[in-house]
């Protein structure tokens, strides 16, 4: 094509930047530190940049930082001359999984919103949201701590929060949920998370447990594979069931929804392949009739840009806080989007593209290996 919209060049460079405060998952996938990324730039042959981020755990979804770069670069190789516009409206993005997929896809969509000076929301949809409640997570701890975090976030704005659990004895996470409960202030929502962390009769206990209490929902809490023991759990317990480390691509979905396996399906940019697949993947949700919980994977803020903007087109959102909350709980960021989130809850500016700024002086800051120009 002739409209400068082909790619000319992809570069792409590893980061790490710390947490403001390491963040304990579960027995399964452990205690975080560090968010690391690799960050690829698009360039059209008309100067057009779109940006793109890959949010790699190798514990979730197998990619090292190194093997996401050289994934990406590899990926890249065969994009120089493609069309940004032909990838985004015949959603070739769906074509590939993983998050150095995501990254590329994003990218993509960046790139052409800059181009047609539109925001990325409107390529992907109708919006039905000004903005969306914002979450805030807890480790894997004690009551004392989960009421430590909501005493500090709650006056911020925080009405929604994600207790991490699956580390403990079943009878203290039942015990630790009651207690937070108990000391709730008014108006606040919790949800837990056991990332895997409970087998099918821990799973049961906690849902029994936990029965006369509001939880929002139940995250993950059976291996990824045991959809069975999750369409047994579901059948067992009116509170909500979630997936997240059991849906990766859109297929995953469809076997889910065959299984009856879920109520709330956890969406994340990085762990679909990206826009395209996401979009695959909620649509499929709400055809089920069934809800969206936006999450995230640790993540900077182009990721966290492109997951609003795909939030705020979606009519099947959980009734609660979502996570777009991940560039707060860095040490610092790349980008302004932490400045999207006001009062626990997030907008989208009015600009072109993605709309987040990032800095090329963080990212040299926090490069931690060679980049990748392609």
């Given at each position: 094509m002739a409209d400068g919209l082909n790619?000319?060049?992809?570069?792409c460079w590893p980061i790490k930047i710390p947490l403001a405060r390491s963040y304990h998952l579960s027995a399964v996938l452990g205690t975080l530190t560090h968010s690391q990324a690799a960050i690829v730039r698009l360039t059209l042959e008309d100067g057009t940049v779109g940006w793109g981020e890959c949010d790699p755990h190798a514990e979730f979804d197998g990619y090292t930082l190194e093997k996401a770069c050289q994934t990406v670069a590899e990926r890249a190789s065969a994009m120089i001359g493609l069309s940004v516009a032909d990838w985004v409206e015949n959603a070739r993005g769906r074509a590939f999984h993983g998050t150095p997929a995501a990254a590329i896809d994003v990218a993509c969509y960046d790139a052409l919103g800059q181009a047609r000076r539109v925001p990325v929301w409107q390529l992907l949809g109708k919006r039905v949201h000004d903005g969306v409640d914002v979450l805030w997570p807890t480790s894997s701890g004690t009551a004392e701590e989960d009421l430590e975090i909501i005493q500090e976030r709650h006056p911020q704005g925080f009405r929604t929060y994600m207790l991490k659990m699956g580390s403990r004895p079943i009878e203290d996470d039942i015990a630790r949920t009651h207690e937070v409960?108990?000391?709730?202030?008014?108006?606040?929502?919790?949800m837990v998370d056991a990332n895997q962390g409970w087998n099918r009769d821990q799973a049961k206990a906690y849902a029994k447990g936990c029965d006369g209490l509001p939880v929002v929902l139940i995250e993950q809490p059976l291996a990824a594979e045991d959809l069975e023991g999750m369409n047994t759990l579901c059948g067992e317990t009116p509170l909500?069931?979630?997936?997240d480390e059991a849906l990766l691509t859109p297929q995953d979905a469809d076997e889910i929804i065959g299984h009856d396996a879920a109520d709330v399906f956890s969406i994340k940019i990085s762990k679909h392949g990206g826009l395209a697949n996401s979009l695959l993947i909620s649509g499929a949700v709400q055809k089920a009739g069934k809800l969206v919980l936006m999450n995230s994977m640790i993540e900077l803020g182009i990721t966290q840009a492109a997951s609003l903007h795909l939030g705020v087109t979606l009519p099947?959102?959980?009734?609660?806080?979502?996570?777009?909350?991940?560039?707060?709980?860095?040490?610092?960021?790349?980008?302004?989007?932490?400045?999207?989130?006001?009062?626990?809850?997030?907008?989208?500016?009015?600009?072109?593209?993605?709309?987040?700024?990032?800095?090329?002086?963080?990212?040299?800051?926090?490069q931690v290996g060679e980049a990748h120009v392609v």
């Open positions: 790619i000319a060049q992809v570069e409960f108990r000391a709730l202030p008014d108006g606040v929502q919790i909500a069931i979630s997936v099947h959102l959980m009734p609660c806080g979502h996570a777009y909350m991940s560039t707060l709980r860095m040490a610092d960021d790349i980008t302004d989007f932490s400045d999207w989130v006001q009062n626990g809850y997030a907008t989208i500016p009015d600009r072109p593209g993605l709309g987040v700024k990032v800095s090329l002086d963080k990212i040299s800051q926090y």
